[in-house]
């Protein structure tokens, strides 16, 4: 099989294994295995999704949640990349914070929600700050590993053609070298980003999450479901544009 029809046949196998799952779930539900009240047929879901979408619900949570989940994004993950693209090329900026990123590391965002509360109250502001920290570490270890293990010899190179200062090693090694594992961890940080919006949305913040905790305290499965399957479609559409822009940034490999 060749590259081009293995590549055609991958998402078709896709789309195959998604309407065995919610033929099967909808098959369970009919058939009575699993009552209605704890889990939604999947043909319910479409009139409950149309009935957000007249209402404005929808594209208001979906914007709302796109608010704080960009900016969030956007600063954890610019933050950890720069610190973990120093920590790994100053060995004694790496040893100075070693310490902290020990004790500060094990914290799951979650945690992190009373503070958010406290030092920013009940609005978006708290809610990015939990998504950063969500992300953060996950970018801050992707870009330091991706500097560690950079082959030693290219420093060398790059010395013996003039580039032996901090600035220039890091334009014409440490960037190029470590971009793989960089964007590797920009992509996970991609979907810990909207994992992380429901619990940021925990306190009362608008947004997908907020929704799907109104719905579920009115036992509105239906509409619990519609916003899962909606962050994983803003999921999808968000990695998709990522790999193109990826794919751009390493055409130089080749």
């Keep these: ?90 060995p004694l900026l790496d040893g100075l914070l070693s310490g902290v990123v020990r004790v500060l590391r094990p914290i799951p965002g979650l945690a992190w929600v009373p503070f958010a509360i406290l030092w920013f109250g009940l609005n978006t502001a708290g809610a990015t700050f939990v998504i950063a920290v969500s992300v953060f570490w996950i970018n801050f270890y992707a870009a330091y590993g991706a500097v560690q293990s950079i082959d030693p010899d290219l420093y060398e190179v790059a010395a013996s053609f003039g580039h032996g200062g901090f600035w220039a090693r890091l334009r014409t090694v440490v960037i190029p070298a470590s971009a793989p594992g960089v964007l590797a961890g920009l992509r996970t940080g991609l979907g810990q980003a909207w994992m992380s919006v429901v619990a940021a949305e925990l306190f009362g913040v608008p947004g997908i999450g907020a929704r799907m905790m109104q719905a579920s305290s009115l036992l509105a499965t239906d509409l619990v479901v519609v916003y899962m399957l909606t962050m994983a479609l803003l999921y999808a559409l968000t990695d998709t544009l990522f790999m193109l822009v990826r794919r751009r940034l ?3 490999q080749g």
């Design 1 to 90: 099989m060749t590259m081009r029809h293995s590549a055609l046949l991958r998402p078709l196998l896709g789309a195959v294994g998604l309407g065995v799952l919610f033929g099967m779930w909808e098959a369970a539900i009919r058939l009575g295995w699993v009552p209605s009240g704890l889990l939604p047929a999947p043909t319910s879901l479409g009139p409950a999704w149309l009935g957000e979408v007249r209402s404005g619900a929808w594209t208001q949570a979906i914007c709302d949640s796109l608010t704080h989940y960009l900016t969030g994004l956007l600063a954890g993950s610019v933050l950890g990349t720069l610190l973990g693209l120093l920590c790994g090329t100053v």
């Design 250 to 252: 390493l055409g130089w």
